[in-house]
């Protein structure tokens, strides 16, 4: 309910005055860290950065916090959840029931500092994503594939053809299964001649296309067919990490919070699918492998490391975590990961321009930490002030707004 009231005083105050922000540390998402500056927001954008508060503007002090753009989640299921008994939702479950349950992974998710999501996906993600827009419930910024292509989806001209369905059905991106799930140890399912003609007619179409891909000669097979970012890459090498960031393949790594989810949550997954013994231990084994590809990773300076969780039934709302074990246990350098939740993962989404850093123009999508995340990772779940477009949705500052 918190969230709802904060939308309609938001909506009130973005029609009625422009907004300013006081900062004493600001990240803006480019690398560059501002001191004892201001933020000047208006028609729900970010209308300069400096100077001096205009007469008459609304001001929230942020001076106590870390203030950063918005965070992206590149891979987030948002519509994944735990139904009312407690187990991960099946198709059984009534409609209205899981309603509910995924408006609430998405103010947990824009409350914990994450403006802008991207679902691959579901088709109820597309109605989520729309309403959302529309400014009738709290919730990320959605991009979504709808429902995935996989190797049983077709050959390479029925997958051209479902690519275009995609398409006029209003998906934003295309997601590929090139992999089995690292659960039954993540070999290539896809032909080089599946991803040429999904990737290729993605690409002619303006899509974007995010394969899973956990094996390296399913990350090769991508990479070669122009596709846009590797998923996951439990097992991906050296040599095809270098080929990636020779042809700008973006990688979205997943090693903090999915994997640790499943395990933490095994009673509410087990018996479901490939959620069993083996898959669970497949899993235990994974969280060490996927940290120590990481590591191998960030050592390729030219490979293009987004951010993405896959955050799942029990995850949403802590798809910081992420970010915690990017820097603590894989080594990552802070800015370079804060960076990386910013500017680079709009990068990625070709949202660059619009999202993702905090500069004249930009979208006022600008989150505020109880402590600094450059210098304590526990502070990237402190998200005690959350704007979106403009618009306040979280304000636990405690007199940040006056």
């Known amino acids: 309910m918190k969230s709802f009231l904060f939308l309609i005083t938001a909506v009130a105050i973005a029609a009625a005055q422009p907004i300013v922000l006081k900062t004493s540390t600001l990240l803006d998402g480019k690398g560059k860290t501002l001191t004892n500056t201001i933020v000047v927001v208006e028609n729900g954008k970010i209308a300069r950065v400096g100077g001096s508060a205009p007469a008459g503007a609304v001001v929230y002090d942020l001076t106590p916090f870390t203030v950063s753009p918005g965070w992206i989640d590149t891979h987030s299921h948002i519509g994944y959840h735990f139904d009312n008994n407690n187990r991960y939702a099946g198709r059984e479950e009534p409609p ?3 309603s509910w349950h995924i408006a609430e992974n998405a103010v947990v998710t824009l409350n914990a500092g ?3 999501i991207q679902s691959p996906g579901q088709m109820l993600d597309k109605d989520l994503r729309d309403a959302i827009a529309r400014g009738v419930m709290p919730g990320p910024r959605i991009l979504t594939s709808l429902n995935p292509l996989t190797e049983n989806s077709g050959d390479p001209a029925k997958l051209r053809e479902l690519v275009r369905e995609r398409k006029q059905q209003g998906a934003d991106l295309i997601k590929i299964f090139a992999s089995k799930s690292i659960r039954e140890g993540g070999a290539i399912t896809m032909t080089q001649a599946q991803l040429d003609a999904a990737c290729g007619e993605a690409k002619s179409l303006g899509l974007r296309t995010i394969v899973h891909a956990h094996s390296a000669e399913s990350a090769k097979a ?3 067919a122009g596709c846009t970012a590797i998923e996951h890459g439990a097992f991906v090498s050296d040599e095809v990490f270098d080929l990636m960031a020779k042809h700008g393949t973006y990688y979205d790594a997943n090693i903090g919070l999915v994997l640790q989810n499943y395990l933490e949550n ?15 231990a497949y899993m235990e084994k994974g969280v060490a492998i996927v940290l120590e590809t990481f590591k191998r990773a960030i050592k390729h300076k030219d490979l293009k490391i987004i951010y993405g969780t896959d955050a799942t039934a029990g995850a949403h709302g802590q798809n910081y975590r992420e970010y915690i074990v990017r820097v603590r246990d894989g080594h990552q350098d802070p800015m370079q990961a804060l960076i ?3 500017s680079l993962s709009a990068e990625s989404l070709n949202l660059g321009d619009k999202i993702g850093s905090i500069a004249p123009g930009m979208e006022a999508d ?3 930490f109880d402590g600094n995340p450059l210098k304590d990772v526990n502070a990237a779940g402190k998200a005690v002030f959350v ?6 949705y979280e304000n636990l500052g405690h007199g940040a707004h006056r």
């Open 96 to 98: 209205a029931q899981a």
């Open 114 to 116: 994450f403006t802008t």
């Open 222 to 224: 991508a990479t070669l």
């Open 266 to 280: 095994k009673p509410k997954y087990f018996g479901i699918g490939n959620y069993n013994e083996e898959g669970f």
């Open 340 to 342: 990386s939740v910013t």
């Open 366 to 368: 600008i989150v505020a």
């Open 387 to 392: 704007m979106k477009g403009g618009k306040v």
